[in-house]
């Protein structure tokens, strides 16, 4: 079992910055070849990709709408996962939640297998 904690959330001003930590407890995830999610839920709305990173943090994607402002990164010493957000607009306003999965990443929030409680990320001037 795979336990997964969120930090770093909070209130920010439009094209302010914030990076979030996804703590893994449980298992070694670089060991076990778990491949990271990033995803994220506006009130009213369905969960939405933001980013992936595979096992060794050599290959990432990012949703269309975060490419060139979000970097995922993750550091398998301490079994943590980052995402550094930069440019926030308010329309990034939601609950961001880490996500792991076995084998391989992907975007799709039903293939993964362990979730974090999420951590609110509030753009507002």
């Known amino acids: 079992q795979v336990q997964l904690v969120e930090s770093g959330g909070g209130l920010v001003q439009p094209g302010g910055s914030l990076r979030l930590s996804c703590a893994a407890s449980?298992?070694?995830?670089?060991?076990?070849?778990?491949?990271m999610g990033w995803f994220r839920q506006a009130p009213g709305k369905e969960r939405e990709f933001v980013a992936t990173?595979?096992?060794?943090?050599?290959?990432?994607n990012y949703a269309n709408s975060v490419k060139g402002r979000f970097t995922s990164s993750r550091d398998n010493a301490k079994n943590t996962v980052y995402l550094q957000m930069k440019g926030l607009k308010p329309e990034d306003t939601a609950v961001y939640y880490c996500?792991?999965?076995?084998?391989?990443?992907?975007?799709?929030?039903?293939?993964?297998?362990?979730w974090g409680q999420g951590t609110q990320v509030t753009v507002s001037s």
């Open positions: 996500a792991a999965k076995r084998d391989g990443p992907s975007r799709v929030p039903r293939e993964y297998d362990f």
């Open positions: 449980g298992l070694t995830f670089g060991s076990y070849a778990l491949a």
């Open positions: 990173i595979n096992r060794n943090g050599g290959v990432t």
